[in-house]
């Protein structure tokens, strides 16, 4: 599946090879969660094929060996490592390996995200809601806070959280992890002034639905689908390279002016609060 995957990241309609900068981020180093599938994946191949040394994560190790190679295989720069972003220590080891493989970071995109429950937002236990607030959005604020100050000592650099369209739209049946990419729609404006002094930019990207895993139970829903494409633009699912195009794009010196935003890449579908 991943090495279909990467067919799929290296073709274009137009020329049949999708066109990359091979040197704008030539010398970063970037950090993605949750990156062995789907859109994380999808973002570390793209930062990786723009220059960047890219420190791949998932929980599974055998996860992290399959995208380490697919990566290598395609001259990428790369460090793998295990890492369950809910987990301080392992929050810690994925900078420590960062910074003794690397020798700094430049860049973090932050992607990791669950969603244990699918049903009505009232029918939500207690332990569900704390769980995706734990991971989706209380991780993603430690781990910023933990690779900030090593992002600064490099003068400057990105922070980039992965949210969702449902940020905007909420979801029937996904209420608790709708609010919680809501959150990091506004944890980026909040962040975006702050860490400005350091020269440190921090955006947002909001996916419509990716054809990934993660999203197996809409895309391959017709009657979900059909009433998804009456909002799009574009009547399709998007994919994960798609994606991943927008979270480099967002790290490079052509986004420099571009902080404190969401860009919303939903095929169309309305993507305002």
Not at 49 to 78: P, T
Not at 112 to 118: C, D, E, K, L, S
Request: include cysteine.
């Amino acid at each position: 599946m991943l090495r279909v995957a990467f067919r799929r990241l290296s073709t274009t309609p137009v020329t049949g090879q999708r066109s990359m900068s091979q040197s704008s981020l030539a010398g970063k180093v970037a950090i993605v969660t949750a990156s062995t599938a789907g859109i994380g994946l999808a973002a570390a191949y793209a930062l990786g094929k723009r220059g960047a040394h890219v420190v791949v994560s998932s929980r599974r190790q055998a996860g992290v060996d399959k995208a380490v190679a697919l990566l290598k295989s395609q001259d990428i720069q790369v460090t793998g490592t295990t890492c369950n972003v809910g987990n301080q220590g392992d929050r810690e080891r994925l900078l420590q390996t960062t910074l003794d493989q690397c020798g700094g970071v430049d860049i973090l995109v932050s992607n990791a995200a669950v969603n244990p429950f699918f049903g009505n937002l009232m029918d939500t236990t207690e332990e569900v809601w704390d769980k995706v607030m734990s991971v989706n959005v209380k991780a993603a604020f430690l781990m910023t806070k933990l690779v900030v100050p090593h992002i600064a000592k490099r003068g400057g650099g990105n922070v980039v959280f992965v949210s969702s369209v449902a940020a905007y739209q909420p979801m029937q049946g996904l209420g608790a992890y709708s609010v919680s990419k809501t959150a990091l729609v506004s944890l980026t404006r909040a962040l975006a002034p702050e860490l400005a002094q350091s020269n440190i930019r921090v955006n947002c990207v909001a996916p419509g639905i990716i054809k990934t895993h993660f999203s197996t139970p809409l895309w391959q829903n017709d009657d979900i689908m059909d009433d998804f494409k009456k909002q799009m633009c574009i009547k399709r699912v998007g994919e994960a390279d798609e994606i991943g195009g927008v979270v480099a794009f967002l790290c490079t010196e052509e986004a420099s002016y571009i902080t404190g935003e969401t860009i919303a890449a939903t095929g169309g579908m309305g993507g305002r609060l």
